[in-house]
């Protein structure tokens, strides 16, 4: 696409709109073609189709014979100046001689009426709005078609800021209720977007049979890590009660071996007596020497 060319035919068209305006513009109506496949394109206020050349060469460049853009304006020349409507030339025959001889009648839809005499029943994809510029008539303008708006819908608004105080109050308020969601803004063009719909109730439930099923997840790795833990504490457990026992063992054959060598130097009965101590904790071997060694001095 030759944007060059395309600017410079635009800056032969009477009009407001800036080199910077034009290209935002631009950029704002080709990335919303790219994200939404579906609905049309717009624009209120078309004066002598300085705008309207930017949009309608962009729509035919990506869309080429299926492109469409609806131009809505009642061509009666009106226009604000200063916070009041003037009525200049009728603008017909100027736009039509820019539509034409930017390639573009087939592209562009003149719509001859007031933005509110139009029927708002196709869904829109992008609307740039510039007609009066006094509060009611912008409001206007976007509440007639905001029904229409699909979810990530480009709005855009001229002189944004500047002398024209109302639309400015218009758009902040918009944005404000949310119905509106700022993206960007060059000299006085401000581009918006029209928030995405709530998750549909399919998205909606899939996204709690997600979180289900995370949660499920989750339970479950709780559950193996503590049944982890537990098993790792019963075998410490385990652990040391075998190192008890094996002290308690070696302390009881030291306690034996003290016993024989009691009963080897005589001292007889004060071995058995302590070898039958022992007896009553498990050590079988201690009570069998025990019962061999009363037995053998007849004091059992
Ligand atoms: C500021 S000029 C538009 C400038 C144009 N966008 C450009 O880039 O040169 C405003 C235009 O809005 C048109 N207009 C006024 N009231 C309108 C309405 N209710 N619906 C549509 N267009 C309207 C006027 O006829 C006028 O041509």
Redesign the pocket.
């Known amino acids: 696409m030759d944007l060059e060319g395309l600017f410079q035919r635009m800056e032969r068209v009477e009009?407001?709109?800036s080199l910077d305006e034009a290209e935002l513009l631009a950029e704002a109506l080709a990335r919303s073609m790219a994200e939404l496949a579906e609905g049309e394109l717009v624009e209120?206020?078309?004066?002598?189709g300085?705008?309207t050349l930017v949009l309608g060469s962009v729509a035919q460049a990506l869309r080429g014979e299926a492109a469409r853009l609806k131009a809505?304006?009642?061509?009666?020349?009106?226009?604000t100046f200063e916070g009041a409507s003037h009525r200049a030339t009728p603008?017909l025959d100027r736009f039509n001689e820019t539509i034409r001889g930017g390639g573009l009648a087939d592209t562009v839809e003149l719509v001859r009426a007031?933005?509110?005499e139009v029927a708002a029943d196709f869904p829109i994809a992008f609307i740039f709005i510039?007609?009066?510029h006094d509060y009611a008539?912008v409001m206007g303008?976007f509440r007639h078609f905001e029904p229409q708006l699909l979810p990530g819908a480009t709005v855009a608004f001229?002189d944004y800021g500047g002398a024209h105080v109302d639309v400015k109050r218009c758009v902040d308020e918009l944005v404000a209720s949310g119905a509106l969601a700022f993206a960007e803004r060059r000299d006085s063009l401000a581009v918006l977007r029209r928030p995405p719909a709530q998750p549909r109730k399919t998205v909606g439930r899939a996204f709690a049979l997600v979180a289900q099923l995370r949660a499920g997840a989750l339970a479950r790795a709780r559950q193996a890590e503590e049944r982890a833990v537990q098993a790792l504490r019963e075998e410490r457990e385990r652990a040391a009660l075998a190192e008890r026992a094996a002290e308690e063992s070696l302390r009881s054959s030291t306690h034996l071996e003290t016993a024989l060598q009691e009963m080897a130097s005589s001292s007889a009965v004060r071995g058995a007596r302590l070898l039958r101590q022992l007896s009553p904790r498990g050590n079988q071997l201690a009570a069998g020497v025990v019962n061999r060694v009363l037995a053998l001095l007849g004091r059992k």
Do not use: A, K, N, Q
């Open positions: 009009g407001w709109f209120v206020g078309s004066y002598c300085r705008s809505i304006d009642p061509h009666l020349g009106e226009v603008t007031r933005s509110t510039d007609g009066l008539s303008d001229h």
